[in-house]
């Protein structure tokens, strides 16, 4: 008795194997879909309701409170010495992260890495030990303690020595926007204009800046997000003197300790404010750098 084999047609194989795809593609779906709701509710839970937790027991005891809380002149001044360390540090961390960027992207020298590890310097150190390092270099027992005090100058436990420590945790933030960018972009044009006559400064002014104008703005933003909000090199500078060297941060916890909880957290309602207001011109420039991003590719397709 023969038998005979039929041949399986890989066509019918592949046929009867397709309803399994479906199937895995669900399966895919649903996980990315869980992945996503489980995203969604960590952020609800440990973003938003911490957020709307801080509003609510600001305006707990009504609006009265809540102004008066602001309105009080110790608040008042932690809110000044804020925008005025800010003030100071911004455009200082402005001027100094323009010229480490072009020197980075533009120019091969020694001692380029140092320069870099020298910007990164205050993402690897604590904010706590930049304030004892402070501590050491200007403090009564310091290197330059004696001298200070033999010229009336103080730092620690005054407005110097707060904005030193505001400079310090800040320096990365524009320097770091900036160096990629114009890495990417390259100096192509600014090369141009000089040929064509242009002076460094006029190239400078006239290329690089309208370039990275959105970089620049975004580290800006980011720099200033952290100058309003650096509590642990501020704290130990400051010598938590009510009125005179506390920022919003330090005097938050001041109210805070003292159990006077409505004010605490009035005044942090309007540091989540600045936040919030921050993460509005942080989501503009980030749409403008994508804009200009893609601006070149479609006027090369059109």
């Known amino acids: 008795m023969h038998t005979t084999t039929i041949p399986l ?30 995203a969604f509710l960590f952020l609800f839970l440990f973003l938003f309701v911490p957020l ?19 309105t009080d002149p110790d608040a008042l001044a932690a809110i000044r010495l804020t925008l005025l360390a800010a003030g100071i540090a911004v455009p200082l961390n402005l001027v100094f992260g ?7 992207a533009r120019f091969q020298f020694r001692g380029k890495s140092l320069l870099i590890t020298l910007i990164d310097l205050p993402f690897s150190v604590s904010p706590v030990i930049a304030g004892l390092i402070y501590v050491l270099l200007f403090g009564a027992q ?16 005054a407005v110097p020595g707060i904005v030193l420590a505001t ?4 320096v990365p933030f524009v320097a770091r926007e900036l160096i990629p960018l114009m890495q990417a972009q390259g100096s192509d044009e600014e090369e141009a204009a000089i040929v064509l006559g242009a002076s460094g400064w006029q190239a400078f002014w006239h290329v690089t800046l309208p370039n990275i104008r959105w970089g620049l703005f975004y580290g800006v933003i980011l720099c200033n997000a952290r100058a309003m909000g650096e509590f642990g090199a501020v704290s ?18 001041i109210l805070y300790n003292e159990y006077n909880f409505a004010a605490a957290f ?11 207001l ?19 590719l479609s006027e090369s397709t059109s």
Not at 144 to 156: C, K, N, R, Y
């Open 9 to 38: 047609d890989p066509s019918r194989s592949a046929a009867a194997r397709a309803p399994a795809r479906p199937a895995a593609d669900g399966r895919i779906v649903r996980g990315a879909l869980m992945l996503t709701a489980f």
């Open 52 to 70: 709307a937790a801080v509003f609510h027991e600001a305006l707990a005891k009504g609006w009265e409170t809540c102004v008066a809380a602001i």
């Open 98 to 104: 323009v010229c480490a960027a072009w020197a980075v």
């Open 142 to 157: 310091g290197w330059f303690g004696p001298w200070l005090q033999a010229h009336g100058i103080q730092i620690l436990f």
């Open 167 to 170: 400079v310090f945790v800040t």
């Open 236 to 253: 130990v500078v400051s010598g938590h003197i009510r009125g005179l060297t506390n920022t919003m941060p330090l005097h938050v916890e």
């Open 266 to 276: 009035s005044v942090a309602s309007l540091l989540a404010l600045l936040a919030l």
């Open 278 to 296: 921050t993460l509005a011109l942080k989501a503009l420039a980030e749409w403008r750098l994508r804009a200009r991003a893609a601006q070149p």
